[in-house]
């Protein structure tokens, strides 16, 4: 099952599966899904009895099963959130799923196992078979967050605008508990209006530090210092090299797709590039009058794309406002030297799925090699 479909379950009072399974990278998400579930299920005056969270010790295994067979004084569902049973014994593991199976599950209980490795939910899974359904926790693309941050101001009962959104992301970073936790503060505060820039400008402005954006926007400049700058100072605050490589490289592909785009069809795109030039010199301006005519030559640049093949305007991501504004960067690159490295971008790729020493230090070798090189 994915998340939408537990959303929509638990929306509609259909979840029916007395075990789930909380699997995959994105604690934040399994900690939210853990709440949701709770304030949808539990009434609040029963939630202090009836909602639980326990760890995967040898003492506390054996308490949470004597809670899990006791009974509460209310009729409402009962909540146990057991964490990190990954980390259990296999042997304690075994014994604590073998007593529980047994015992079977009580009416009106749901148990949620969160957990990391993959083997362990399959080994939940076996043993409750169809009792069970598991759910993969993944963070949202890059070009999926501006869409989770709307969906999730719309939860809190507030709107925020396309613009809000994205510059929201560019000054917090793809980290979703602390976009979760401003979007809660700016839905609070907005008392019904519709949150825009200004909004966002005036109440998250002082997080404005180094992420995964900035380190690409100064890899597009090809701006050496700023790049590593940027670089170090995510991988010295926990940021996964791997998940940096990932926006990273893909950055790079779609700049050498859009220069092959204009090299096959010059009559589609080299209207686009003229503008992105035109863009480009004044996208380090943010006076009135030239955020205005960046605007404008944005909504030139999707105009153009409204009378493309749809298949060549959703693959140079023409009608994505968010990237539209840092499409520009393209034009620090050339499709010669694009070419050049495609060998070395995919050994990379490689070298970071199948597993290396020291990913961080891969990244950063890469980055300063590659924008000593010239563009063309």
């Known amino acids: 099952m994915d998340l939408t479909a537990f959303e929509k379950l638990l929306k509609t009072g259909k979840l029916s599966y007395p075990v789930l399974i909380f699997a995959g990278p994105e604690n934040f998400l399994k900690e939210k899904a853990f709440s949701d579930m709770a304030q949808s299920l539990v009434p609040e005056e029963d939630r202090r009895d009836n909602v639980t969270r326990a760890g995967s010790s040898a003492k ?7 809670q899990i067979f006791s009974f509460t004084f209310n009729s409402s569902p009962r909540l146990f959130l057991l964490q990190d049973i990954d980390t259990a014994t296999a042997k304690q593991r075994r014994n604590f799923l073998d007593k529980l199976s047994q015992g079977g599950i009580p009416a009106d209980t749901f148990i949620v196992f969160m957990l990391s490795d993959a083997r362990t939910g399959t080994e939940i899974a076996g043993r409750f078979k169809q009792q069970s359904e598991r759910i993969d926790f993944w963070a949202p693309f890059a070009n999926q967050l501006g869409a989770w941050v709307k969906r999730q101001a719309g939860e809190l009962g507030a709107e925020i605008s396309n613009e809000a959104a994205d510059y929201l992301i560019e000054l917090v970073g793809s980290d979703l508990a602390t976009l979760h936790q401003e979007i809660s503060k700016l839905a609070l505060g907005s008392r019904g209006r519709k949150i825009g820039l200004a909004e966002v400008k005036a109440g998250v402005a002082y997080l404005r530090q180094d992420n995964v954006f900035d380190f690409l926007e100064a890899f597009g400049q090809r701006n050496r210092v700023k790049a590593l700058r940027c670089l170090e100072t995510m991988l010295n605050s926990g940021e996964a090299a791997q998940k940096i490589w990932f926006m990273l490289s893909r950055q790079l592909r779609e700049f050498k797709l859009m220069h092959s785009l204009l090299r096959d069809r010059p009559d589609l795109f080299e209207p686009v ?6 863009y480009g010199q004044i996208a380090g301006k943010s006076d009135f009058k030239a955020n205005q005519e960046k605007k404008n030559l944005l909504a030139e640049i999707q105009q153009i794309a409204g009378s493309m093949p749809e298949a060549l305007a959703k693959a140079a991501s023409l009608q994505q406002a968010g990237k539209l504004r840092h499409l520009y960067l393209v034009l ?4 010669a030297e694009l070419s050049a490295a495609t060998g070395r971008i995919i050994e990379t790729d490689m070298a970071f799925k199948s597993g290396m020493a020291d990913p961080g230090a891969s990244l ?3 980055t300063a090699e590659f924008l000593v090189s010239q563009t063309n």
């Open 60 to 66: 506390e295994l054996p308490d949470l099963l004597q």
């Open 273 to 278: 590039f003229a503008i992105l030039r035109r």
């Open 332 to 335: 620090n690159f050339s499709l």
């Open 364 to 366: 950063q070798r890469f």
